[in-house]
């Protein structure tokens, strides 16, 4: 099951992205997020309805999948929205890992879940791994491969407000993971799960947006088929098939390594990030993935 947990991190990497290309042209982060949340639950409906996976969802559940929303959706994708644009996907990507040990001390704190030898260990070089190769992957502004990188993932000056933010959202990834920990252990369809998520993302956002009165002096801003399309690309890869695949992956494994695992997207952001751009990477970079490896192993050890 923890494999379904890497599988998060490759589509969060993929999705972040394609949100740093987008984020802009939807109208900003919150924008991002209320489409996002929207297209994110005409999906999971569509694909919970077609396996018949509502009934499964019992009316316990609804209390946690509240929170989980309220905190790791309509707080922490935004503020994840707005890092990104402030500080750059590569910098935010790299804040944003510090979800996997605020879960395991909430997991500890919360929960009582206590891990072995070999799991502190895999965790302490996963998150290593992570700071290490996203950290320190900097090269001179000199170097001609980096005078190529005018796009939206260019290097952009750290800020408080973008640190602050990607914290932020750091933590509200971590209380909603701990939140569906207790839900996930009962088996529900995570198609149904992560609907029922999305729709309380989407009133929320949306009435917030609507309560606005400048909504209504500027229009609700609909993208251009273009940019929803994209959007909706994103949507698909990081919320639908990537969270769904750790709502399976909380059913059998500790918050810990879930959330542990499902963080090393700042380091698979790193060769898509030189394949998108065509900025090669420093030796620490692959250092830090190496290591990032080794706590893998170590977490799959017995």
Not at 92 to 107: E, K, Q
Not at 157 to 180: D, E, H, T
Not at 223 to 250: E, N, Q, W
Request: net charge positive; hydrophobic share 60%; with cysteine.
């Amino acid at each position: 099951m923890a494999l379904f947990a890497l599988g998060t991190s490759l589509c969060i990497a993929l999705a972040t992205l394609i949100s740093a290309e987008v984020v802009k042209a939807v109208g900003g982060p919150m924008a991002l997020s209320r489409w996002r949340m929207l297209i994110g639950f005409l999906m999971l409906a569509i694909i919970a309805t077609a396996v018949g996976g509502w009934s499964s969802v019992s009316e316990r559940h609804f209390p946690l999948i509240l929170l989980s929303s309220l905190v790791a959706i309509v707080v922490a994708d935004p503020a994840l929205n707005a890092g990104i644009a402030l500080i750059g996907a590569r910098r935010t990507g790299l804040i944003f890992s510090l979800s996997a040990p605020f879960a395991a001390v909430l997991g500890f704190l919360v929960l009582g879940e206590t891990l072995g030898l070999s799991q502190l260990v895999g965790c302490a070089l996963v998150t290593f791994g992570i700071a290490f190769a996203v950290g320190f992957n900097r090269r001179p502004a000199s170097e001609p491969d980096a005078a190529r990188n005018s796009s939206v993932h260019a290097e952009v000056r750290l800020s408080a407000a973008g640190v602050l933010l990607a914290v932020l959202a750091a933590f509200g990834q971590a209380v909603g993971i701990l939140s569906m920990r207790p839900v996930m252990l009962d088996h529900p369809d995570p198609f149904a799960v992560m609907a029922l998520r999305g729709l309380v993302a989407v009133v929320f956002l949306w009435a917030y947006h609507f309560a606005s009165p400048k909504t209504w002096k500027s229009g609700i801003g609909i993208p251009d088929r273009h940019t929803l399309a994209r959007v909706s690309l994103g949507v698909f890869i990081g919320y639908v098939a990537g969270m769904s695949m750790l709502m399976i992956a909380l059913t059998a494994t500790s918050v810990a390594v879930a959330s542990t695992l499902s963080s090393m997207a700042p380091v698979a952001i790193l060769p898509m990030l030189w394949l998108r751009t065509g900025n090669r990477l420093a030796w620490q970079s692959w250092f830090g993935a190496c290591v990032t490896v080794l706590g893998t192993a170590v977490l799959f050890w017995r």
